[in-house]
């Protein structure tokens, strides 16, 4: 019996026109890992808006099997706050074609990609290679464990399944939470700079900038009085910036308690709790009927046993594994069609 011929290509992304193929594969991805957070091309063309558009063609290439996409994957350049260069990966491929050997050309691709990135933007500076991988994605896994990427993180999806019990915490005494216009850009800065004050010593935090605050502005997620701010006195001490998930087809729908931070000064005071509560109220009365949020679990905070405390479960684990790290004036990884020759 004669074996049907498969047509596989590899090709530079295209760029917006991409997207909707992109997502639907991302989204397949989402489902069978057990994330709960599908986006819509809305969220994949404001993603992909904060790269260099310049080099986009070059960090993402798409797979296409018979002339529909299947996979792709990026990696790209950004600089972390503590001043190393970061080259972050993703690889996604439709479960129904894992197994076939794609991921493993999407990690070649991005070995090779990241060996220039090295050179030409990490020449003065230690770099890291890093790319996410979810528990239930075995494929993925042993790919990159091949390609010898070891894992140094980990992290989990949390979903509080439902908002039907909410208990009211009071905020600790000299704090107020004050609402957060959709038209103040000058309360929206310094929101985005408290965020990253808060987060500047965590691992792989990118660093602020004002094009990063510019594109921030335009995120699909970006919805300020949804907002929960804790101020103490005229300081921003604490906030959750809440969004709404789409609708899901059995009529459920997500509010994400996300960016959850308290500044340094004014930890362990149960601001975060109280600040959680708060936004469980606001995403249920926004319509949500269940809330999910992303944590790492190597928070040095106990942020995970917050979590878990006031409902959340844990419903994916995600694992981040890195090649490198890579000093100034390295060559970078090499492909493995590189060291194999």
């Not at 809305?42 to 310049?54: E, N, P």
């Not at 699909?220 to 910036?241: K, M, T």
């Not at 994400?256 to 004014?266: D, K, L, N, Y």
């Not at 992303?294 to 844990?314: F, K, T």
Request: include cysteine.
């Amino acid at each position: 019996m004669a074996t049907q011929s498969v047509d596989l290509v590899l090709r530079p992304s295209r760029g917006p026109q991409d997207h909707p193929a992109m997502n639907r594969v991302a989204n397949a991805v989402r489902t069978v890992n057990g994330d709960p957070n599908l986006g819509s091309v809305a969220d994949m063309d404001s993603y992909y808006a904060r790269f260099d558009q310049l080099a986009l063609p070059d960090d993402c290439a798409v797979v296409e099997v018979d002339g529909t996409v299947v996979a792709y994957g990026r990696a790209s350049w950004d600089e972390l706050s503590n001043g190393d260069g970061e080259i972050g990966c993703a690889l996604n491929v439709d479960p129904a074609f894992a197994g076939r050997g794609i991921v493993e050309r999407l990690i070649d691709h991005a070995v090779r990609r990241a060996a220039t990135l090295i050179v030409t933007r990490g020449h003065e500076r230690t770099t890291h290679f890093w790319v996410f991988a979810t528990d239930r994605d075995v494929d993925q896994i042993r790919a990159l464990e091949t390609a010898g990427f070891r894992r140094i993180r980990s992290s989990a999806q949390l979903i509080r399944p439902s908002l039907d019990d909410l208990a009211s915490v009071a905020l600790p005494p000299g704090f107020e939470i004050r609402p957060i216009e959709a038209s103040d850009r000058l309360m929206q800065r310094r929101v985005y700079d408290a965020d990253a004050r808060a987060f500047a010593e965590s691992w792989g935090q990118e660093a602020p900038s004002d094009a990063e605050f510019e594109r921030w502005l335009t995120n699909a997620n970006f919805d300020p009085p949804l907002w929960r701010v804790a101020f103490h006195g005229d300081a921003i001490a604490g906030q959750i910036l809440n969004y709404m998930g789409e609708p899901e087809a059995d009529g459920q729908r997500i509010g994400w308690t996300e960016a959850i931070s308290v500044q340094p000064e004014f930890r362990r005071r149960g601001l975060a709790r109280a600040l959680l509560a708060a936004s469980l109220v606001a995403v249920r009365d926004a319509g949500a009927t269940k809330a999910g949020l992303g944590v790492d679990m190597q928070n040095p905070n106990q942020a995970q046993a917050l979590y878990e405390s006031m409902g959340y479960r844990v419903v994916s684990l995600v694992y981040g594994y890195e090649l490198g790290p890579y000093p100034p004036r390295s060559s970078g990884p090499k492909a493995r069609a590189e060291v194999e020759a």
